[in-house]
């Protein structure tokens, strides 16, 4: 199955329950374009998890086109509205990993699907013909290490642990000083999800972070944040928490597939300047496509099978 067909099946929901399906209702109901056709994309946008903003971008480059290609066809606004977002989201998988060791820091809340990820980055960058070495870190949630020995199994790469309830940075040290012995390519570290407070959390991201920093200082670093689809808007606040205190370099954006929510991945990109370099399509550990904003959108407006 390639790229496209993968988006495609990935956006299924938002396509015909969501908020294309809206969209294409709303197009067929009217004769003309009229102020009020606007007035109704715009509103699917934002309950379709758009955002506000970017609902009002969209809308008011919709408005600029059908004026400025003199469209009076009803029917090409939904073409139109299609061209608009394959021009607004933007990412792509390129990961800065130019020294060896590079380091990603891999964060997110509990339940995202954090630790799946990393199990299907460090096989998609073994497969690349990299050496990969994982970092336990999240020592807090129960079970996390022993889930996360699971995927470095099934990707067949090294994983350096310690007890549950272990000081995480003491866990990076660890990682980090294997990874160098080992002559590592790539250091993956999984962070905790939880604690006390957030601000405990991003006080413990922010260690780690000094950990790495002190010991490979001129090493590449990416930090990655996960996000869960199927969570909407509350994805895009809690990418705008981190963004804040972690410094994040790209989203990787889980259970696209089981949602009809799949409008947030243009708030995502719109409201946080961040590119979307990873999406989740699947369950199976190749399903972790690269972002591409064509085969996004075909996904979201194409119906048929290629």
């Given amino acids: 199955m390639g790229l496209f067909d993968k988006f495609r099946k990935g956006l299924r929901k938002t396509r015909e329950q969501g908020m294309t399906a809206q969209i294409n209702e709303v197009v067929e109901s009217y004769e003309r374009i009229t102020p009020e056709l606007y007035d109704e994309l715009e509103e699917i946008l934002i309950m379709g998890d758009v955002g506000v903003p970017t609902a009002e971008k969209i809308i008011k480059s919709l408005r600029e086109k059908v004026q400025n290609d003199g469209i009076s066809d009803v029917k090409k606004v939904r073409e139109t509205i299609k061209d608009i977002v394959s021009g607004i989201v933007w990412g792509g998988s390129y990961l800065k990993l130019r020294t060896k060791p590079s380091v990603i820091l891999v964060i997110g809340v509990n339940g995202v699907g954090k630790t799946t990820t990393i199990g299907k980055l460090a096989l998609r960058l073994k497969e690349q013909g990299r050496s990969v070495i994982l970092g336990a870190a999240d020592t807090f949630r129960a079970a996390a290490i022993e889930q996360l020995q699971v995927w470095a199994d099934r990707a067949g790469v090294d994983l350096i642990k310690s007890a549950e309830g272990s000081d995480p940075a003491s866990v990076v040290f660890d990682t980090v000083q ?80 089981g949602t009809a929510r799949g409008g947030v991945v243009l708030a995502i990109n719109n409201e946080l300047d961040v590119p979307v370099k990873f999406v989740g399509v699947g369950e199976q550990i190749d399903d972790l496509q690269p972002f591409d904003a064509d085969a996004f959108a075909a996904g979201l407006f194409d119906s048929e099978e290629k």
């Fill in 178 to 257: 294997a990874g160098k012995a080992r002559g590592a390519d790539v250091i993956i570290i999984d962070t905790a999800g939880r604690l006390h407070n957030k601000k405990n959390l991003m006080d413990e991201l922010n260690k780690i972070g000094r950990v790495i920093d002190r010991e490979l200082p001129d090493a590449s670093k990416e930090v990655l944040l996960v996000l869960d689809a199927t969570t909407g808007q509350n994805a895009v606040n809690q990418a705008k928490d981190f963004k804040d205190a972690a410094g994040i370099t790209g989203i990787v954006l889980t259970k696209l597939d």
